[in-house]
């Protein structure tokens, strides 16, 4: 019996000693340690663990993970949570064996729980595209349709959402076991002081690089023509762009050429952007919720252009309750209507504007002459579930110009052109990480010009009538997906399918017994494809990466065209409030806008390429920096590009054989000049441009603005043109400086 009792005893006592050694080690995971380190190496952080806090780790130094740089900042937390973080991304794995943490290669590395979600306005339900997402150690931004994905690290974290305008929102996350959604709704600031901000290049990084972007309020805040607010007048203030022709929407980028610009109205291209015969653009501002210019460094998505990409994303329609706003101008007025239908899950934008020149002009007498524009956005919206949103975009707008004169002769002149855009577009989110966006697009442009001429000349009636009209349509389909591949990439991927319809060109004449129709370019049908691929990459704490290529193809009267456009940017913050970026990228465009500045809009025609006429690539390259001055209060940033353009196409001299028989009336000569064959009647040849782009600009205080300067060289050397030696182009500019200054006088009332 007494040897059952020493059994049992020793027993207990092994027991305790077992229990006092296993509560030992895990009190070695649970201490509480504080340590901060930025962009440091993981052997670095280990061994100062291990001096500072008595842990031993034990580990092989082939652990190629170690030598990642990380950044870590953690106070008085269990030293297994910092291990969780340290580790989340490396292919380590520890193990607790005795009083030594063991670290050994994890094949299969456990991936961290994920969260998801929309950021929106808390007022409208408006989605936040840009808005910052933090994790304590994690940044993201969220897309264009304001979804972001973030990975959460071991343990409770502080979810920092923020976006320029609204208060900041920190929500509590506890530890989670398994991917989650979480959607935020931010509150705008009120303030006594609104403050213009034009975000353009800033310091924070990589993500600004050689953009300009801009909200609905601060372009309604920016000094206006006529009372009207505009985008593309706003863009034409910024460094590195021009103004066309005076007084026109046309957006000279860096040397390019109006055609060069890629503008999507959500998602969609626009042809033409003119109103009032170039004094406004076709948006209107009380829609637009948010426009990107980006003029270097293009993102893998973007292509079919050279110079620029003008991205303007509408209003998607108040989902908390119904809204309006008007306003009468001095050459317009604008209605906009937005409100939820039954309920939050749907909701409805309708934006209308209309001149009424033609209005003013009949109560004055002046009936000889008659203008009008209008345009209508309509834009529905609707939540299916907390993974799904269909939207459905419309817009259709048309300026009409009619002109009599009635001397010794009857002359009447009409011309009419308009752009029609559509969109039907599904967000999906695809369980983990991986976000997606499928869209079916149609776009329309139309041009036309009709003149009569009815006189009385040597007792004989001649009478003369010639229709010009040129058009393009489109329809296409695309999709994009946004993948979060770990906390230190995020990758973009996706296609597109177009399939176009020119009709660049046709002339209808009839004088006397004098009747034809005849066209230098039949109608042509193309299709276009791009697949592109993009890695946004954190080298380390302070060097970020985007490193893409996007491929696209161009099949056209039986010839195939292809182009592989690599794309690369680096952004360098060695600390806040400084920063230094270049970039590089190649572009291809299959279209030529053939101008004639002489003749005007009647012979600006959009042609493709074709088997005789190659399509215009360019390649350029950037680098520039940004900085703090006086503290935080103004921003100065300075840029230097060089581009290089080849096969850009132009009229040969005297080719404008359309101009010249719109002039010159019933020649014989001209009617078989204007049947010419489309490639006859160009040239192509080489350009290039380069310069330098300053900005100093205050964004908040009640003054705000900015002073921009821009040095600047164009050229082109094409055949058959100036002897076939280098040239100024026509939208050479050598300086090119501008002001903008905004004054709050008082909650309501302000200047610029």
């Avoid at 709704?185 to 300009?212: A, F, P, R, W």
């Avoid at 009949?362 to 609707?382: I, P, Q, T």
């Avoid at 590009?641 to 000569?669: H, I, M, S, W």
């Amino acid at each position: 019996m007494k040897k059952m009792y020493k059994f049992l005893l020793c027993l207990c006592l092994g027991w305790l000693a077992n229990t006092q050694i296993v509560f030992a080690q895990a009190g070695i995971l649970h201490q509480k340690v504080s340590i901060t380190k930025k962009a440091a190496s993981l052997d670095e952080i280990l061994k100062e663990l291990s001096a500072n806090y008595k842990v031993n780790f034990s580990y092989s130094k082939d652990l190629v993970s170690l030598h990642q740089k990380v950044t870590v900042n953690a106070s008085q937390l269990p030293l297994k949570d910092v291990l969780d973080i340290l580790f989340i991304d490396a292919r380590i794995q520890y193990l607790l064996i005795g009083n030594q943490i063991v670290l050994q290669k994890n094949k299969r590395k456990k991936s961290a729980p994920v969260l998801t979600g929309y950021i929106t306005d808390a007022a409208t339900g408006e989605s936040l595209a840009g808005a910052t997402v933090t994790n304590g150690g994690t940044e993201t931004i969220s897309n264009n349709y304001g979804f972001y994905t973030i990975a959460q690290p071991s343990g409770a974290i502080k979810l920092e959402v923020k976006y320029l305008g609204y208060d900041l929102k920190v929500i509590l996350v506890p530890a989670l076991s398994r991917d989650t959604l979480i959607s935020v709704q931010l509150h705008s600031t009120v303030n006594e002081l609104v403050e213009v901000s034009v975000s353009s290049e800033t310091t924070t990084g990589l993500q600004q690089m050689n953009k300009i972007s801009m909200t609905s309020s601060e372009l309604k805040q920016l000094p206006r023509l006529m009372g009207e607010a505009d985008a593309i007048k706003a863009f034409q203030m910024m460094p590195g762009v021009l103004a066309g022709k005076e007084g026109s929407s046309d957006l000279i980028v860096r040397g390019g050429s109006p055609d060069q610009n890629l503008i999507l109205l959500d998602g969609v291209p626009v042809y033409n952007v003119s109103h009032l015969l170039g004094i406004f653009s076709v948006f209107n501002p009380d829609a637009i919720r948010k426009v990107d210019l980006i003029k270097g460094g293009f993102p893998a998505p973007y292509g079919g252009r050279l110079s620029s990409v003008v991205d303007i994303r509408l209003k998607e329609g108040n989902t908390q309750r119904f809204a309006g706003e008007g306003s009468v101008g001095l050459i317009s007025s604008k209605l906009l209507l937005e409100g939820p239908i039954k309920n939050e899950k749907t909701s409805f934008l309708i934006s209308a504007r209309r001149t009424y020149l033609d209005l003013v002009t009949a109560v004055l007498g002046a009936n000889n002459n008659s203008y009008n524009f209008h345009d209508l956005n309509v834009k529905v919206n609707r939540t299916l579930s907390s993974k799904d949103r269909i939207y459905l975009s419309v817009y259709g707008g048309l300026d009409k110009f009619v002109f009599r004169d009635k001397p010794d002769r009857e002359q009447k002149f009409k011309m009419k052109w308009g752009n029609t855009t559509g969109s039907l577009r599904w967000n999906h989110v695809y369980g983990r990480k991986l976000f997606s966006n499928v869209t079916l697009t149609h776009s329309a442009y139309r041009f036309g010009q009709n003149s009569e001429v009815n006189s009385t000349k040597n007792g004989s009636n001649i009478d003369r009538e010639v229709n010009f009209n040129s058009s393009i349509n489109d329809w296409g389909a695309k999709a994009d997906f946004d993948l979060a591949a770990g906390s230190i990439h995020t990758m973009r991927f996706g296609g597109s399918y177009i399939y176009h319809t020119f009709n660049p060109e046709s002339v209808t004449f009839k004088a006397g017994d004098l009747n034809f129709t005849t066209s230098s370019f039949a109608k042509t049908k193309a299709q276009e494809i791009y697949m592109y691929a993009e890695d946004r990459i954190l080298i380390t704490q302070d060097l970020e990466a985007i490193a893409g290529a996007h491929w696209s193809a161009f099949a056209v009267k039986g010839r195939n065209y292809t182009s592989l456009q690599p794309r690369l940017a680096l952004s360098y913050m060695p600390n806040i409030g400084f920063s230094l970026r270049t970039s590089y990228s190649t572009m291809a465009q299959y279209l030529h806008l053939l101008s004639n500045t002489s003749t005007g809009s009647p012979t600006d025609v959009w042609a493709p390429a074709t088997d005789k006429v190659k399509p215009q690539r360019s390649w350029q390259a950037t680098a520039g920096a940004a900085a703090s001055v006086i503290g935080d209060l103004f921003e100065l940033s300075v840029d230097l590009y060089y581009k290089k353009l080849r096969d850009v196409a132009e009229f040969k001299d005297g080719g404008d054989f359309v101009g010249q028989f719109l002039r010159n009336g019933p020649d014989t000569k001209f009617a078989s000049l204007i049947a010419a064959p489309y490639e006859e009647r160009i040239t192509n040849g080489i350009g290039w441009s380069y310069g330098s782009e300053w900005m100093l600009r205050k964004r908040e205080g009640y003054t705000t603005g900015w002073l921009g300067y821009t040095l600047s060289y164009a050229r082109r050397q094409l055949e058959g043109i100036n002897n076939n030696k280098p040239y100024p182009y026509s939208y050479d500019s050598r300086h090119s400086i501008a002001m903008v200054v905004n004054h709050k006088l008082s909650k309501k009332l302000s200047v610029g």
